[in-house]
């Protein structure tokens, strides 16, 4: 039997299960979603994970499956739903670290990694209230009313929390030290008088310069000479 293909994800979005009252938000089941769900009408649950106040993953919908998260985009998203109410209470931080993980790996899985790094307004990763954003870009066609995944989850400071852990800060290129600075200094003022006595053509010393000339390399020395005054 041929293996079903996967089918093609853009977005990874986020929602809230809404279940909350007089400011207590509840630590929604998968179960419950999938009962609520049926009793619409539909299959089974809509969304692919539930995320709940623990950081427990529950599976939801199979993701080669069609889910209902968003009208009108179901077949190019993946749906995480956080159990409680993003009105009420932010996610717990177990929540919203075991989100940015599953999230980050649902990039990978669907090979969205470096659009979403390229496309810092593209979206990629979206709450559901961000679908109006989408309606008018001409990018979907169903807006919504709702503030899902709730008013107090900043899907722009998850964006950048995704971001940060896709690119870790490089390591410095250099770890300053005087004695050091002062020994490049000197060695590279000797190498250029040895390349003047041996009266080498410019382009055998062309490496030489581009070497000086890394703002790196200029640094160093500018930090050394102003060391010395
Ligand atoms: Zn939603």
Known sequence: M??????????????TAAHGRNGQAFDTTAQQIDQWHRERGW?????NVVIRFNGTIEPGRDPTKIPAG???????????????????APLTPQQLEVGIQHTIEMLQKYGLTQRFLDEPDGLIVMGHREVN?????????TPTTKT???????????????RARLQPTAPPAYVYNTEAAGELLEGLQKVYQAVK?????????????????????????RRYREERG
């Not at 299959?43 to 969304?47: L, Q, T, V, W």
């Open 148 to 162: 899902c995944p709730g008013r107090l989850v900043d899907m722009d400071k998850v964006r950048m929390q995704i």
């Open 70 to 88: 968003v009208a009108g985009i179901n077949e190019t998203t993946y749906h995480l739903c956080f159990s409680g109410h993003g009105d009420i």
């Open 133 to 141: 954003e989408l309606v008018r870009r001409g990018l979907a066609p």
């Open 2 to 15: 041929a293996r079903k293909a996967t089918r093609k994800v853009e977005r990874i979005v986020w929602h």
């Open 43 to 47: 299959n089974e649950i809509g969304y």
């Open 197 to 221: 006595g041996l009266q080498l053509q410019d382009d055998l010393i062309a490496e030489l310069n581009a070497f000086r000339r890394q703002p790196e390399i200029d640094e160093i020395i």
